[in-house]
């Protein structure tokens, strides 16, 4: 047999991912599973300026929390634990059991999100730019 390797397409693949995804979600979660994925932004705002946005992802019970940012003037008002709880609960909304996010492994953040219950679960050696990464999780 001779296989041979080749660039695609989504739309050449789409037929063969949808039934072996199919075959492979049943193999491993059961007949039940059903992927669902949803994006959202929140934002923070005072006066109309926008101060704080977070962007997150709910997948199959699990929010991935993609980016927080909050001006850098803004910071230690509590900006950025009130977008996280919001976040939280929206994805708690769409039937999520976990947040996790990443963050760099020597940044001041870390303190941040362990204050909101987020537990290091993982490391990412030499991620971004060859910076080493954290995993922090979250049952919520």
Same mark, same amino acid.
């Given at each position: ?10 739309? #050449? ?11 492979? +979600?049943?193999?491993?979660?059961? =007949? ?9 932004? @929140? ?29 850098? +003037? /803004?910071?230690? /008002?509590?900006?950025?634990? /009130? ?17 996790? @996010? ?6 001041? #953040? ?13 490391? @990412? =050696?030499?991620?971004?730019?060859? /910076? +080493? ?8």
């Amino acid at each position: 047999m001779k296989i041979t390797i080749a660039k695609t397409t989504e739309k #050449e693949i789409k037929g063969f991912s949808k039934k072996a995804r199919k075959e492979a +979600d049943i193999e491993h979660y059961g =007949p039940a599973a059903r992927w669902v994925s949803k994006e959202f932004i @929140l934002k923070a705002t005072e006066g109309g300026k926008i101060v704080g946005v977070v962007k997150a992802k709910y997948e199959a019970g699990v929010v991935y929390i993609k980016n927080l940012i909050v001006a850098k +003037d /803004q910071r230690k /008002q509590g900006i950025g634990r /009130q977008l996280m709880a919001k976040a939280e609960t929206a994805g708690k909304k769409l039937g999520g059991h976990k947040a996790f @996010l990443f963050t760099g492994k020597t940044w001041s #953040e870390k303190r941040f999100y362990e204050k909101l219950g987020y537990k290091k679960t993982g490391d @990412l =050696p030499k991620h971004f730019f060859k /910076q +080493d990464f954290v995993v922090y999780s979250k049952t919520i």
